[in-house]
């Protein structure tokens, strides 16, 4: 009798704990859910959603890694040390799917509608759940996409410090920000810019967010802090100094570095480059602007480039190129991976889908060694009609399989070499002793025209570009 009423006794606790399993705040990703409207989040942000691994190409699981295989070597090195990724935060948990024509698509369960700091942390356990279920070490963020904006600067940073001290708790050992910036282009005191405003008011506002920025990227441990100037430019010249701003921007820049200095951070400054956008011109328009603006004010030590694709393609390049003017220039730092699409004219960061142009970026990376302490940050959004909370982890996937396959096939270009020699082949001539004294400067015009008339008119070889095209569509 005693025996049976221990297991009755034994029956009813484990209903209790059952029911409360059930009401626990583990929700369904989908906008029925009732999570929204409760406090604090107790269980899983995506239920049903597995830590994401890799099950080779053949898999059909679209939650699963087709190409990329985090410890597995290439060219020296595992896959995530060449990738490095990164999620970044404003796209994937502050974005919303609304454009100029509509409304937000995208009401995630855990949001409750409100701008408050309990939500904001709340956010945060979202994006390392998320995070750690997709197996990256790396995350993005700007300085107002993790805590909200309040009537005061002391308010706000108070409101910052508060989210962040979560995100340092949640980060633990492993993870850590590939880099933070400071959002100086949403606010309306913004509108004339940030470092270019005609405002001093306005220059000491923004001087004194980053300052606060920089801050928490050297308490969270970021590699990398990062400039992007959406304000940074001009409307019209008519009513411009064009000269006296871009004056101002670098004092801004070297003001950077030297409390980068003064706090012991020892990330990188990077400067991202963008030609128009929302300003009609933008004064780091691309790499080569960049590299230009950095040489003249003595900055090109201090910075490098964090080159993002669409950015790239708004200023009538290939990703590539800029990639490789970086790299030449030694300022490719980092690279925000995303496309536009070539029928839209404006900055759509969509994740990159297309191997032959990931074969191109990773050219470029392998080229460069790495791109430690920078990576590959996911600065891509959903598309505004795709809304399950899965699609999040399928674009990510996505994303990364493709550079995935884009260092795969580099590995095999490089190892078929065929593409190297025909480049090789093409400049063999300057491979000669008159060649070589050419390259190192010892070649005056007297010499060159004493051997233009020696040799007579020069045979000029084909260039072969539809076998180097050729070459490279075998390997993708």
Known sequence: MKSREISVLLLCLLGFVLGAIA??????ADLSSECSHSGDWEGEFFPGIPKIKYEGPTSKNPLAYKWY????????????DWMRFSVAYWHTFRGTGADPFGAATKHWPWEDGTNSVAMAKRRMRANFEFINKLGVEWWCFHDR??????PTLEETNANFDEVVAVAKELQGTKIKP????AQLFMHPRYMHGGATSSEVGVYAYAAAQVKKAMEVAHYLGAENYVFWGGREGYQTLLNTDMGRELDHMARFFQAAVAYKKKIGFNGTLLIEPKPQEPTKHQYDWDAATSANFLRKYGLIDEFQLNIECNHVTLSGHSCHHDLETARLNGILGSIDANTGDPQVGW????FMTDIAEATMVMLSVVRNGGLAPGGFNFDAKLRRESTDVEDLFIAHIGGMDTLARGLRNVAKLLEDGSLTELVRKRYESFDTEIGAQI?????DFEFLEKKALEWGEPKVPSAKQELAEMIFQSAL
């Open 23 to 28: 009401n626990s705040h583990t929700c369904p």
């Open 69 to 80: 295989n985090a410890d597995e070597e290439i060219l020296g090195k595992k896959m995530k």
């Open 145 to 150: 996409d993790i805590a909200p904006d309040a």
């Open 178 to 181: 590939l880099w933070v910036t």
């Open 347 to 350: 900055d759509t960061d969509q």
């Open 439 to 443: 390259e190192a400067g010892k070649a």
